[in-house]
């Protein structure tokens, strides 16, 4: 059974530091992982996918690196804003038709 | 393009009534995914339905929930004789093709049994 764990579970930062956010999970036969954000109240935004033959992806401030022998993933968020204030949540793709999700990090950016 | 479409945003129901969930997914996507989020957990996957058929419900509980596509008209999860254990927030997601793409997600219903 695949299990997907993120550390921290809660994460509070000044303004303007640099972040890491960590995911692993147990099953190496992965196909996809996405990294989502979740605001109160509202759905989940997918932020980033890196598919299985990728090691990492970029997207404006944050980057995700994938590294499949470790059962490791990594959400890096430059210079963070109050703005990214949510809970970060990754969620793992194997061949099925299903995401497992973690339980998220949740995330505050203090002005 | 509107994103995926989900109503009601809250629904109460009492203990024993029926609760239904709809989900609109976005135009062009044919694949519709449900995940529940119960108090203090991560998403659970329930059910994965492309139009008029059921792909994998492998997820769902095997009473009292049931999903469908109709080929007109959007997703529905239906929840029968509701207790207080299903209360939780329900999202549906979609994709254009299959579930190896990105998934848009709605913003959920919260279902409250009382």
């Known amino acids: 059974k695949q299990e997907v764990t993120q550390i921290p579970a809660a994460l509070s930062v000044p303004e303007g530091e640099n972040l890491v956010l960590n995911c692993s999970f147990t099953d190496s036969a992965i196909y996809n992982l996405q990294w989502f954000r979740q605001d109160p109240g509202k759905g989940l935004t997918s932020l980033l996918l890196i598919q299985s033959s990728q090691r990492e992806q970029t997207s404006g401030r944050l980057n995700a690196s994938l590294d499949k022998s470790s059962g490791r993933s990594t959400l890096y968020i430059a210079a963070s804003q109050p703005g990214d204030s949510a809970t970060y949540l990754c969620a793992f793709k194997d061949s099925g038709s299903r995401l497992t999700f973690g339980e998220g990090t949740q995330l505050t950016v203090n002005p | 393009n509107a994103g995926v479409m989900q109503n009601p945003r809250h629904l109460v129901r009492r203990r024993g009534q029926e609760a239904r969930l709809r989900c609109s997914p976005m135009?062009?996507?044919?694949?519709v995914y449900w995940y529940r989020q119960l108090p203090e957990e991560g998403l659970k996957f329930m059910v994965y339905?492309?139009?008029?058929?059921?792909?994998?419900e492998s997820g769902m509980p095997k009473e009292r929930f049931s999903a469908e596509f109709p080929k007109e008209g959007p997703s529905i999860l239906r929840i029968q004789q509701v207790v207080r254990g299903d209360s939780a927030a329900y999202f549906c997601?979609?994709?254009?093709?299959?579930?190896?793409?990105?998934?848009?997600f709605g913003s959920g219903t919260q279902l409250s049994v009382l």
């Open positions: 997601a979609s994709s254009p093709r299959d579930a190896n793409e990105k998934l848009f």
């Open positions: 135009k062009g996507h044919s694949h």
């Open positions: 339905l492309q139009k008029e058929n059921i792909i994998d």
